[in-house]
T-cell receptor
Framework: SQQGEEDPQALSIQEGENATMNCSYK?????LQWYRQNSGRGLVHLIL?????REKHSGRLRVTLDTSKKSSSLLITASRAADTASYFC?????????FGAGTRLTVKP | SQTIHQWPATLVQPVGSPLSLECTVE??????LYWYRQAAGRGLQLLFY??????ISSEVPQNLSASRPQDRQFILSSKKLLLSDSGFYLC???????????FGAGSRLTVL
């Protein structure tokens, strides 16, 4: 069964705008990760945030984690058409990695 | 550097036929290995994971099975495919729980 749930399920924005995706999970975690998937391809790791961290940055990516609410957000700033993809959060509860259903992001040029 | 190979990339099989998808990892030892399935436009469903040779944990009762005959080899099998087995299958590895997962390119299975 899935551990995390992302929302929105789909997001469409214009190039240059910011995109925010949210993830909620159910069990205690050691860390939370975000992955990206281009259509028909494998997933690629974007960023990992540990349970004792509240915010992390990597280039145009900003991730926040609120363990009291069991939620995380991924912000992509100044989006580009190449950011079009599905984004998934994953958590390490239950001795394995569990993924949410993902957010499908479309960035229009 | 570590690499992960998954094959075949695409497979079209009739209902009732057998299945074998193979995944190998290079450049590391004793990895955790995973098989996920992704239905069209959906998230990832964990099917099996393995922390060592011969150690397989199954998440979902189904007509699929997994084996790990060697440290860096993970095989997904079925004796008789169902229509509902169609999907995108992804193999992945990590050096230990909580670390970054590295995925293969995926195998698209269509059961007709």
């Amino acid at each position: 069964s899935q551990q995390g749930e992302e929302d929105p399920q789909a997001l469409s924005i214009q190039e240059g705008e910011n995109a925010t995706m949210n993830c909620s999970y159910k069990t205690s975690i050691n860390n939370l990760q975000w992955y990206r998937q281009n259509s028909g391809r494998g997933l690629v790791h974007l960023i990992l945030i540990r349970s004792n961290e509240r915010e992390k940055h990597s280039g145009r990516l900003r991730v926040t984690l609120d363990t009291s609410k069991k939620s995380s957000s991924l912000l992509i700033t100044a989006s580009r058409a190449a950011d079009t993809a599905s984004y998934f959060c994953a958590t390490d509860g239950n001795n394995d990695m569990r993924f949410g259903a993902g957010t499908r992001l479309t960035v229009k040029p | 550097s570590q690499t992960i190979h998954q094959w075949p990339a695409t497979l079209v099989q009739p209902v009732g036929s057998p299945l074998s998808l193979e995944c190998t990892v290079e450049g590391t030892s004793n990895p955790n290995l995973y098989w996920y399935r992704q239905a069209a436009g959906r998230g990832l469903q964990l099917l099996f994971y393995s922390v060592g040779i011969g150690q397989i944990s199954s998440e979902v009762p189904q007509n699929l099975s997994a084996s790990r005959p060697q440290d860096r080899q993970f095989i997904l099998s079925s004796k008789k495919l169902l229509l509902s087995d169609s999907g995108f299958y992804l193999c992945a590895w990590d050096p230990g729980l909580g670390n970054v997962l590295t995925f293969g390119a995926g195998s698209r299975l269509t059961v007709l």
